[in-house]
């Protein structure tokens, strides 16, 4: 089993920058794909990125690609999402989740986090 603790959520003026952690316990943290997802208030849960084991491989929503980063660091158990040019619409709270395949479905996923919330103000 792997626990999932997100961390770096805050408030931001738009246009600005944050940094998400994923830290993740136990040995295995490298055996699972992992990715982002966020939720707004009255949506659903919407996949952000993903990377596959090695982080190698990433896959972006379109609606961040080329703004967001999403990375991992085996040996720290911790994956990341670097966030630039923040906008209003991407304020949500953002989940990490772990899982055996990279994918876009929440459904893909056996662990999640309990959620960090970022705020962009305009």
């Known amino acids: 089993q792997v626990q999932l603790v997100e961390s770096g959520g805050g408030l931001v003026q738009a246009g600005g920058s944050l940094r998400l952690s994923c830290a993740a316990s136990g040995r295995t943290f490298s ?3 992992m990715g982002w997802f966020r939720q ?8 952000v990125a993903s990377t596959g084991r090695s982080g190698g491989s990433t896959y972006y ?15 720290k158990n911790t994956m990341y999402a670097q966030m630039h040019n923040l906008k209003p619409e991407d304020t949500a ?14 459904q893909a996923y056996y662990y999640w986090g309990q959620g960090t919330q970022v705020t962009v103000s305009s």
Do not use: L, Q
């Not at 707004?40 to 996949?47: M, Q, V």
């Not at 929503?61 to 040996?75: E, L, M, P, Q, Y």
């Open 93 to 106: 709270v953002y989940y990490c989740a772990a899982g055996p395949t990279s994918s876009r479905y929440p």
């Open 61 to 75: 929503a379109d609606s961040v690609k080329g703004r967001f980063t999403i990375s991992r660091d085996n040996a």
């Open 31 to 33: 055996t699972y794909a």
């Open 40 to 47: 707004a208030p009255g949506k659903e849960r919407e996949f």
